[in-house]
């Protein structure tokens, strides 16, 4: 949901990948920058060990798999019975050349060199998928409307930058992909929606006031409601698992020179996913609360099947941009703990409705290239 839904970046000393829904977001060590949406690619320094596609120090995390071989693949997503899942990806090798949307059996693993279903148009670029009530569609949002090539990515420069497409909008698309519905027709970007677990109600972010805020819409499009309001990027959000509250990620920028550039840059379309913290809410906005303080960027927050604490992405323990690893955290922000101990990017984490199990994308396991893959893995409490 991540732009590539917020794909998401940090800088390092040079410049970090990420991908987000967001937007998508990758790191490398590298001088290189980080792409739209979420994914982050690094070189892998072998000073740990994996063993069985896992660090010794992931006491959370039992019998982990491998789902995807090469490209770029990130916000993996289950669908309510916990049979499948919906992803982004990039990968040359099938086909396209920017993020489109795919599902993937969890009953029939694929093997290196086969390719997911497609439910995107395979045109423009895509983000944020989730499957909708019923598990039958899902919703994703999609620039095909806009133009049916890759939009341009904006240029390199000092810092790094995510671009906000206008010609984002969410649709609805049936499991063969065909588009059923179109729920956002607003101006400018409508991106990074997801369904509340009772399949009553969408969160998503949206320019429509002049600044990227959250709203939620019903689940066929009807009664849009704003539900924040401060200034900075307001993204990637998730429901918890009552449906009641809403986590999200938010650049809020403090300082007055921290807002001109926030301003100066969204007026040209771009934003600077570099620190980011957590805020929890009620769907309505109320009760809105900081749960982070770390610093660098903390993001692609999901709520824990408890509802009470949220697992997420980070790289505030790193003065280098990378790593990103996973952490734990409560809702009153207390109690944080590490739960992966990568050397390059994990991220995009969601557990299974179940609460057994644990998607992520990851640079584990990529033989030193910058590809990003999606594991799976038991959870242990």
Same mark, same amino acid.
């Given at each position: 949901?991540l732009i590539r ?65 090469? !490209?770029?693949? =990130? $916000? #993996?997503?289950? @669908?309510? %019975?916990? &049979?499948?899942? +919906? /992803?982004? *990806? ?97 101006? !400018?970007?409508? =991106? $990074? #929606?997801?369904? @509340?677990? %009772?399949? &009553?109600?969408? +969160? /998503?972010? *949206? ?35 009552d449906s009641k ?67 997420? @992405? ?68």
């Amino acid at each position: 949901m991540l732009i590539r839904s917020l794909n998401l970046v940090i800088v390092l000393s040079s410049f970090l990948f990420l991908a987000s829904c967001n937007p998508k977001e990758s790191a490398s060590s590298k001088t290189e920058k980080p792409s739209n949406h979420h994914h982050a690619h690094a070189e892998k320094k072998p000073n740990k060990e994996l063993v069985g596609l896992k660090y010794a120090e992931e006491k959370h995390l039992k019998n982990v798999r491998q789902l995807t071989f090469g !490209g770029d693949n =990130a $916000e #993996a997503y289950f @669908s309510t %019975d916990d &049979k499948q899942l +919906v /992803f982004q *990806s990039n990968n040359e090798a099938w086909g396209v050349s920017c993020d489109q949307i795919y599902v993937y059996d969890l009953d029939k693993p694929l093997e290196e060199g086969m390719k997911a279903p497609l439910v995107s148009t395979g045109n423009g670029r895509t983000t944020c998928s989730f499957f909708m009530p019923g598990n039958k569609s899902l919703l994703y949002a999609s620039t095909h409307k806009g133009d049916k090539a890759c939009p341009h990515e904006p240029p390199r420069g000092e810092k790094y930058v995510w671009p906000i497409y206008d010609d984002f909008d969410i649709f609805v698309s049936d499991l063969e992909g065909n588009i059923i519905q179109q729920l956002t027709d607003a101006p !400018g970007y409508d =991106a $990074e #929606a997801t369904v @509340s677990p %009772d399949g &009553k109600m969408i +969160v /998503f972010t *949206s320019i429509r006031s002049g600044d990227l805020e959250l709203y939620t819409m019903d689940i066929d499009g009807k009664n849009i409601k704003q539900v924040t309001s401060g200034l900075g990027y307001d993204g990637g959000a998730f429901f918890s698992p009552d449906s009641k509250k809403l986590i999200f990620r938010s650049s809020r920028p403090k300082t007055a020179e921290e807002q001109k550039e926030y301003k100066d840059l969204l007026a040209k379309g771009l934003v600077q996913p570099t620190k980011m913290e957590l805020y929890v809410c009620n769907v309505d906005g109320t009760e809105l609360t900081k749960i982070t303080d770390l610093g660098n960027a903390n993001w692609a927050p999901y709520f824990h099947p408890s509802g009470e604490k949220v697992i997420f @992405s980070s790289n505030h323990a790193s003065k280098r941009g990378f790593p990103f690893n996973l952490f734990m955290i409560n809702v009153d922000g207390s109690g944080l703990e590490q739960i992966t101990f990568d050397d390059t990017f994990d991220s995009f984490p969601m557990f299974s409705y179940d609460g057994k199990q644990l998607v992520f994308a990851s640079n584990r396991n990529n033989g030193g290239t910058r590809e990003t893959n999606l594991f799976i893995a038991d959870w242990v409490e």
